[in-house]
């Protein structure tokens, strides 16, 4: 089944414990993302990567790191957390890089709690 | 800067009830625009976009969107919404030659049996 997991699904955890959420998916799609989604503010893009090797910020990157070493995986790092980075983390992919139409496929979502 | 807009927040209606969700962006040249349906405790889902041709874009489960150009605007329609269309909706854009997307804050959709 072609699909976009994450892993944890849910994380509770304290200030400055490094922690990783990880993305991966089997559709060998280039594009991948990360997104927080806060009430009332929908869902900010944090990182994006258009292929291995290649990333850049979106439009909240303060506080996050992330890595594209395999075309599958795209993990979110966080060196060290606070809680203002409590938060619903979604990952999406999609075929090729944003253009013509190209859409997004999301992940379950990640419920990050940092106390 | 580039934004999208939703002036809808919180959407109460009644089963079959039309329903026309708001949603403007500020993107110059050609803009990529995509309407996302997330059900409760579900991830998102794409509902329509459109990114060229027919301005009338429908999408799933009767759902369509109009884009229109000189209003910077591409809303969201159902001629009669049920009660599984209870859930939040984003609009969401972005141009070409930009690898950033941009989302729209969300417009929660409250069907009333």
């Known amino acids: 089944e072609a699909q976009v997991t994450q892993n944890p699904r849910y994380l509770i955890t304290v200030t400055g414990k490094k922690l990783t959420v990880t993305c991966s998916q089997n559709?060998?799609?280039?594009?991948m993302s990360w997104y927080r989604q806060d009430p009332g503010l929908g869902l900010r893009q944090i990182y994006y990567s258009m292929n291995v090797e290649v990333t850049d910020k979106g439009d909240v990157p303060e506080g996050y790191k992330v890595s594209r070493k395999e075309k599958r995986n795209f993990p979110l790092i966080l060196e060290s957390p606070s809680p203002n980075q409590t938060s619903l983390y979604f990952c999406a992919s999609s075929l090729y890089k944003l253009a013509g139409g190209t859409e997004q496929y999301f992940g379950p979502g990640t419920r990050l709690t940092v106390t | 800067a580039q934004s999208v807009s939703q002036h809808n927040h919180h959407v109460i209606l009644s089963e079959a009830a039309s329903l026309e969700l708001g949603c403007n962006y500020s993107?110059?040249?050609?803009?990529?625009l995509f309407w996302y349906v997330q059900y409760p405790g579900q991830h998102l889902q794409l509902l329509l976009k459109y990114f060229s041709g027919d301005p009338l874009v429908k999408g799933i489960k009767g759902f369509e969107a109009e884009f229109i150009k000189s209003k910077f605007s591409f809303n969201l329609r159902k001629p009669s919404v049920q009660w599984s269309d209870t859930a939040e909706y984003f609009c969401a854009a972005y141009s070409g030659g930009y690898q950033k997307v941009t989302f729209g804050t969300g417009t929660k959709l409250q069907v009333i049996p």
């Open positions: 993107y110059g040249g050609t803009v990529n």
């Open positions: 559709m060998n799609h280039e594009y």
